[in-house]
């Protein structure tokens, strides 16, 4: 089989199938008395963090579990994710599966084709990739194990797309090929928000209490209004003006589909971030996640 490796099991998330079913099961228990299946009547898309699990786990889980306990029956989740600048080529995963703790996801290749295809009549050139050639990327392989333990028959597309107008076409365009294709999709984006600190090279409010305030505050609340509002245009600034998504072509990409497959509006979910003020460090990110629905 022509299957994409893993390579962050065992470091970023767990490396053994029974260590990620304890680790989802133990995410998804702290939810089930919750209200997030109830938030949207119909969830559709989402965007999740990508940080190590014990980090963004317990919030990208919160996603998936929302779109698994809606009412749709998924047949394919689009996974949008990479991290890419606005002027970084656009690329699909060309193979068979994709490898996880739990067991291989099939790629769903009659929807990754067609997508290249439609792509392509809207002047978007997005380049089949396969294994060798495709990068380890944190943004899509932490997602793989949720999308094997919440959807264990469902295919996947995964693709890298920039912060530009590309990554609007490509949202539209994949719900279009799906339906030409009598596919239900679910579809995810993949971003941190921001990463402030000495180590990225970005702290303009100083360190400490009063730069993490800042963040959650004011930059980070201003991405989750863009998203929450679907607003692709302000997506897209917000992460190439104010650094506060390091994938704003993804979350794009999941809420230019959300709103073509009916979405009408976006609900955050959860907010955190690896600031610990107990031991603050320079360097920290934030992370988020929001679902899509009717």
Known sequence: MDVKKMAFAGSWYPGSADQCRSAIKRFSDDMRTGEDTKILGDPMAGVV???G???SGKLACRVFFALAHGSRVVDT????GVHMHA???AFVLDCTAV???LGTIEIDRELTDALVRQAGTEGVNLEPLRPNRFPEENTLELQYPFIKYFFP???IVACAVPPSDTAKTLGVVVVGAAKQLGRSLAVVGSTDMTHYGPRFGFEPVGSGKAAFDW???ENDA???KALTAMDENQIIHQGLSRHNMCCAGAACAAAAAAKKMGAVKGVCLEYASSFDPLQPTADFVGYCSVIFGA
């Not at 989740?77 to 949008?80: K, Q, S």
């Open 49 to 51: 963090p990508h940080a």
């Open 53 to 55: 699990w014990i980090y």
């Open 77 to 80: 989740i689009v996974l949008f």
């Open 87 to 89: 002027d970084s080529p």
């Open 99 to 101: 490898d996880t703790p």
């Open 153 to 155: 028959k469902a295919r």
């Open 215 to 217: 963040v959650a505050k």
């Open 222 to 224: 201003a991405a989750i």
